[in-house]
């Protein structure tokens, strides 16, 4: 059987054995002509098909045997009539069989579509096949619907496909997202199956093995590229090893990160609550959600500074904003040890406030940037004015709410800080950028004083070491 040949037409997929076809399998719009043993082996659902179609050719045709044609002449006008009603149907079954000389079956619905049952065909004639974590899932499933279990084939494909997916995916985390990736096109029978479930289990747990410091390196992956092979490892005393490679940060995150950009917004969404709920380092959390973020909303990193244009879409503007909330609600309000997220909160947040985002989401935006506002360039404060309402170029409000929060922060947390002559090194730095920001306002004509004083007093004294920058902002405000 290993030495038969596939071919494919055009919408017909032919199995090429030196025997003509017996019977064909209709999958979507591809029509597979097929040998029925080979089929029925294997498959206990095409064994009950097929039995069932020709039982039923065969019941018709004696139907037609035993009927006397002189009989049905006289009786047309009684129950001869009935008798042609009542076999219409049947005709019908029949005719499609006897022009194409043999059955047809139509797979509705079929798991995978027509490359999967064209995997399952090979199987069941011996071929060999390349698996893959893309190609297992829908396999797997399809060997599901057609019934293809040890007790009624040894060696089947199910448990083919289940042996696969234990020593090949679930035990690589690059290659459990791809097979959960897989998943979306086959949902909801890969859910019923339990191999949605594996595959997040497999990703959270490796994914808890990372190094934070890596910026989620995965350690210990079975698979992937990356990987730190044994002969990239130098032993040191005690029996530990190290490596001899640094892995780049870009490489790191090209590992799995931008794997999980792939999934659907529910899925990604159900492996972060996943992570959540399991003891992940939210730094790990963190950069999953930024990279998925970074793949799916356009101009986070960009300094827009208008809204976008007319030509987006009501769709696509939802779309984000359901994205964009869902990033936000999933985001560890706790301070972030990654130094890039602070621009990339910025980036969320205009993002946000152009998308009319709910207040819920900007909130949250505007506490979590407070929390390490020392962190922020002036550039990251310059938001624009989307409002109508706001006469300023820049919206001053905003910085000012956020600097409260990061005020709060500083107050809750007076134990972990570390001062220096009796100041916060975070305040001050913090004094600085305010007083950049002021001086950056004070050119705006249509800034209201009281906006301007509010904003310079709300720091307390320890946040200056020198008034100078305060003075040259005031100096400039009184000049315009």
């Not at 975070?426 to 002021?438: A, R």
């Amino acid at each position: 059987m290993a030495s038969e040949k596939s071919t494919s037409k055009g919408q017909a997929w032919f199995c090429t054995t030196g025997l003509p076809s017996d019977i064909e399998i209709e999958v979507d719009d591809m029509t597979f002509h097929l040998h029925k043993f080979p089929l029925m082996s294997k498959s206990r659902k095409l064994h009950r098909l097929i039995t069932e179609q020709e039982t039923r050719s065969s019941s018709s045709m004696a139907l037609i045997t035993v009927i006397d044609p002189k009989v049905e002449e006289t009786d047309k006008k009684g129950k001869g009539h009935e008798i042609e009603d009542d076999k219409e149907e049947e005709e019908v079954e029949e005719q499609e069989i006897e022009e194409n000389g043999y059955p047809h079956i139509k797979l509705e619905d079929f798991p995978g579509s027509s490359e999967s049952f064209e995997m399952v065909a090979k199987f069941c004639y011996g071929v060999k096949m390349d698996l893959s974590a893309s190609t297992v899932v829908p396999l797997r499933c399809a060997a599901e619907h057609l019934e293809m279990t040890e007790e009624y084939s040894p060696d089947n494909l199910i448990s083919k496909t289940e042996r696969f997916l234990s020593h090949s995916v679930y035990k690589s985390l690059r290659e459990s997202i791809k097979a959960l990736k897989a998943c979306e096109s086959v949902s909801p029978l890969a859910g019923s199956l339990g191999i949605t479930e594996q595959c997040i289990d497999s990703i959270v747990s490796r994914a808890s093995s990372a190094d934070p410091s890596l910026f989620g390196w995965p350690v210990n992956d079975g698979g992937g590229r990356g990987n730190i092979s044994a002969t990239d490892l130098q032993l040191i005393p005690g029996g530990a090893a190290k490596s001899r490679k640094k892995p780049s940060r870009d490489s790191n995150m090209e590992l799995w990160f931008e794997d999980l950009t792939q999934l659907s917004l529910p899925i990604f969404k159900t492996v972060i609550l996943s992570m959540r709920s399991g003891d992940l380092s939210s730094d790990i959390i963190e950069s999953c959600l930024i990279c998925y973020a970074k793949k799916h909303i356009p101009g986070i990193l960009r300094s827009n500074r208008k809204p976008p244009s007319s030509s987006s879409t009501a769709v696509s503007e939802n779309e984000q904003r359901e994205l964009l909330e869902t990033i936000t609600s999933n985001l560890p309000l706790d301070k972030s040890s990654i130094s890039s997220t602070t621009r990339f909160l910025f980036g969320l947040l205009r993002t946000a406030i152009i998308l009319n985002a709910a207040e819920i989401c900007r909130d949250l935006l505007e506490r979590k940037i407070g929390s390490q506002l020392e962190r922020a360039t002036l550039d990251d404060l310059l938001v624009p004015s989307y409002s109508y309402l706001n006469e300023t170029l820049y919206d001053v409000d905003l910085v000012e709410r956020i600097l409260g929060h990061f005020l709060d922060t500083l107050e809750q947390s007076n134990t972990a800080i570390v001062e220096v002559d009796g100041k916060s090194p975070s305040l001050m730095l913090v004094g600085k950028l305010i007083d950049g920001f002021l001086a950056e306002i004070a050119s705006d004509a249509n800034l209201k004083s009281d906006k301007f004083y509010n904003l310079a007093i709300s720091l307390p004294d320890q946040a200056r070491l020198y008034d100078d920058g305060l003075y040259r902002a005031v100096d400039v405000y009184l000049k315009v």
